[in-house]
């Protein structure tokens, strides 16, 4: 069974600082990764999305990573801002063609003005 | 702008009552679809895997008598919450691939049932 995790739970950060989130997945054989946002009893915003083949992804202050060896990826956040304040989910698929994702626990961040 | 709708956004309703959520891709084609539950501080849960024209895959430990899904065209699946209970009361979202290139899985923005 695909598990995907996600540390810490809940981060705070004073506005400004670059911030790291965490995603691990225990299953090498990914298929692609997924970063979304999700703000308070809100669906999900798509950030990035990184390939098997890929291992890392821009957009804006934000940058994914992936690193199928080591089973992680990471969200780097450049120059955090207080409307960055939200859930970060990392979700996978492990199959190509079957595009159901395994999503991780979620990180609660909070940017402190 | 959106590329799937789900509505209603929000539903609070009495135990026992049916009730049923839609989820439409609006610029594409979705021969899949897929429906997540999510409980409150806590991630995404598959649910079931809505199959255009076919029955609904659904995961381990969830009750297909209970949650009805139908995939009646390539645009429109439904999940149906039958005979609703307070331990029903759950965020749904559902998603659609889109496979005219790599795109990232387009969500709704999910539905707030509240079971009375």
């Known amino acids: 069974k695909q598990e995907v995790t996600q540390i810490p739970a809940a981060l705070s950060v004073p506005e400004g600082e670059n911030l790291v989130l965490n995603c691990s997945f225990t299953?090498?054989?990914?298929?692609?990764l997924q970063w979304f946002r999700q703000d308070p009893g809100k669906g999900l915003t798509s950030l990035l999305l990184i390939q098997s083949s890929q291992r890392e992804q821009t957009s804006g202050r934000l940058n994914a990573s992936l690193d199928k060896s080591s089973g992680r990826s990471t969200l780097y956040i450049a120059a955090s801002q207080p409307g960055d304040s939200a859930t970060y989910l990392c979700?996978?698929?492990?199959?190509?063609?079957?595009?159901?994702?395994?999503f991780g626990t979620g990180t609660r961040l909070t940017i402190i003005p | 702008g959106a590329v799937v709708s789900q509505h209603p956004s929000w539903v609070i309703c009495k135990s026992g009552t049916s009730v049923k959520i839609e989820c439409r891709s609006l610029d594409f084609q979705a021969t899949t679809m897929f429906w997540y539950r999510q409980f409150p501080k806590q991630s995404l849960m598959l649910m079931a895997t809505s199959n255009e024209g076919s029955k609904a895959t659904y995961e381990q430990g969830v009750e297909k008598d209970k949650f009805l899904i139908n995939h009646a065209s390539l645009t429109l699946s439904t999940l149906t919450v039958t005979s609703a209970h307070p331990e029903d009361s759950s965020f749904y979202i559902c998603s659609a691939p889109d496979r005219r290139s790599n795109q990232p899985q387009h969500f709704g923005d999910g539905t707030r049932l509240s079971i009375l």
């Open positions: 979700a996978s698929t492990f199959e190509f063609g079957n595009e159901k994702l395994t």
């Open positions: 299953d090498s054989a990914i298929y692609n």
